[in-house]
């Protein structure tokens, strides 16, 4: 029987009516009326807070537990971002990135190329060591570094997160999401679990790795297609003809750039687990890309590029600029040691993840714990330490050394970073409230005898699809990702019921129907919130969320509508079912798209009042202008 609240709901769609309501609204306001985040998640912390108390019956002083749970949350990841916009700020004073825009160029000078080596391969290999969100604040001002427009450089960051993230931070949402989620509360396996795993002749550590291996599958089909994407959105969104043909023309170097990725990736998650896919998947393919690439393997015939820099849109460029900061140096410096913060980073990443005594240390004495906030059950820990931010910051103190740079370098870098952090601050002290309310909704909390809000959600689509719930069940993860902008939150969240909805429904292997559901989480983190908020700080785009999301959400809804279809098709085979159905419309509208992209002449980008020529103009453009081709203004 569905939970009933009084007289003012009684049914679970209008329960699920108004725990979306809320979501909903940000969502409208965001995407919609292209308002800043800064003023849209306020409001959707207020109606979350209202339908909370009014139709949850949570309590005041919980709802305010959950705020303030939510503030501590943001202080952390607000410790990331300030962390990236350090390090950004430190390799461009130090005069760093020059080397390294220099050593991309001299592997090759093609913009098609360089999206791909960095946001996909490096970008892949740093979200197998950090997760929760690291590989955006790390790609994005690189890419910008290297001369591409700050919404192109976060586009990059944001839409790789998706194949990897599934096995990011030495595979959290797998050994921590599904592992916790298909728990009990003293850790031992569900009973429908613990039958199926028996089933299988599996323990419960090795019905995780079971599940992740599905996942890896599912990841590695809908992945192939990850590279093209990005060299298509380059050229089509920023070439100076803005031609989607012209990234097919790179569509050998792409496919081999993600199988070069993919297949090591599939091995590790087959024989060694759901630890390390993405890190050492990102790590081989990226050696082996960048050496056949100097080369010349598979490298383009003609190199292409973006127009020159002053006639581009306002609405490309963020209030960050790399070039107006750079330091004027005497000499060049060497490329190891232009990277050395860099393989800092990556070394301190592997360290604190993988050498018990520290990470121990890190997670146990080192972390602030914040118990029974107001008296309520609620707690957070802040785990400063471990956090990628202080590996962040940790990294620029030793490259203070190692770049032998000078007080007013270093004071300035300061300077650049705490000036940036601010506008970043206000739209991720109201998302992770929001997002605590949403989640603390539950029977624990609420007097209504209610699921939380979240599986009210999951449950009414569930109730309404029946036996295609696979088709559905990627984009239930994806909605909790966007939530907690967390594939391991989402995972804990759905993945027991998941398993139970594919039980009901009589499929085969329940557990495929979770491992759909942990793709889709982690292709719900090319738009979750706090994110894209996160990413865009790192390049100066805070207030223009709602656009960035507009763009991330099609390959987000397309990548976990395939991941649906595979999931159904490999529960119920290819025959004249939904699944195969939709696979060979996705086909088929990707053989279109490409015939369409080849066929089109492209729209060149108009010379005048729309280009810019300072990053005051950008500051000017940035909050209203949103349209994928909006009319150009401004100066030459």
Known sequence: ?????????????????????????????????????????????????????????????????????????????????????????????????????????????????????????????????????????????????????????????????????????????????????????????????????????????????????????IHGICGIFIPLLLACMMTGFFGANRRFADGLAVTPFAVYSALAMIVPYLVVAKFLGPEFPSLLGGLIGLAIVVTTSRFGFLMPKKTWDFAPREQWPAFWMGTVDPNEEKAQLTRRMSLVRAWSPYLIVVALLLITRNVPAIKEFLNGPAVIKVDGIFGTPINQNMDLLWSPGAIFVLACGITYFIHRMTKDQISSSWTIAGSQIAGAAVALLCSLPLVRVFINSGADYNGAGLESMPVTLAEAAASTVGDAWPLLAPFVGALGAFIAGSNTVSNTMFAQFQFSTGTAIGAASPETVVAAQAVGGAAGNMVAVHNVVAASATVGLVGREGELIRRTAIPMLVYSLAAGAIAFVGLNGLGMNAGTVILTALIVGFGVAIVLARRSPGKPLEVGAGAVSSRGAAEDEGASAGDDEPEPTARA
Do not use: C
């Not at 919980?62 to 300030?82: D, K, M, N, P, R």
């Open 1 to 217: 029987m569905t939970p009933q609240i009084g007289h003012t709901m009684d049914n679970l769609a209008v329960a699920a009516l108004l725990a979306l309501s809320p979501i909903l609204l940000a969502g409208i306001l965001l995407i919609g009326f292209r308002w800043p985040a800064k003023y849209a998640m306020p409001i959707g912390l207020v109606a979350a807070a209202l339908v909370a108390n009014f139709a949850w019956k949570i309590e005041w002083v919980t709802i305010g537990a959950s705020v303030v749970q939510g503030l501590l949350v943001a202080i952390g990841l607000l410790w990331i971002v300030f962390g990236a916009l350090l390090f950004l700020a430190t390799i461009t004073r130090s005069g760093a990135i020059e080397t390294i825009r220099a050593g991309f160029v001299s592997i090759s000078p093609d913009r098609r190329v360089q999206v791909i080596i960095v946001a996909w391969l490096f970008g892949s290999f740093i979200e197998g060591a950090a997760g929760f969100g690291t590989p955006a604040a790390v790609v994005a001002p690189l890419m910008l570094a290297l001369g591409f427009p700050a919404v192109a450089a976060v586009l990059g960051g944001l839409i790789i997160q998706s194949t990897p993230v599934s096995f990011g931070a030495v595979g959290t949402p797998m050994v921590v999401g599904i592992g916790t989620g298909l728990a009990q509360e003293d850790g031992s396996m569900s009973t429908d679990v613990a039958a199926r795993a028996a089933e299988l002749g599996l323990d419960q550590t090795e019905f995780v790795a079971h599940t992740a291996t599905q996942v890896a599958l």
